[in-house]
């Protein structure tokens, strides 16, 4: 389960607007609105993708984000 929350921190916190996010990773901003809501399970590739654009690189941090057990 992503964590939807925390991930919307990160996003806001980089600056980055959705629609460029979603261009990078070659989806549509619907597809990227649907994986960070938990709509839409993330494939390992997706994942990757974002995390290097927002500059993800600690293990934990990763799955805490789109492994978390519980989301409040």
Do not use: H, W
């Amino acid at each position: 389960m992503t964590n939807t929350a925390e991930l919307n921190k990160l996003i806001e916190a980089s600056g980055l607007k959705k629609n460029y996010i979603a261009k990078v990773m070659g989806i549509k901003p619907v597809t990227l609105s649907r994986l960070i809501t938990g709509k839409k399970e993330f494939k390992a590739s997706q994942i990757d993708a974002l995390c290097n654009i927002l500059g993800i690189e600690d293990l934990e941090k990763k799955e805490a984000i789109f492994f978390a057990e519980k989301v409040a």
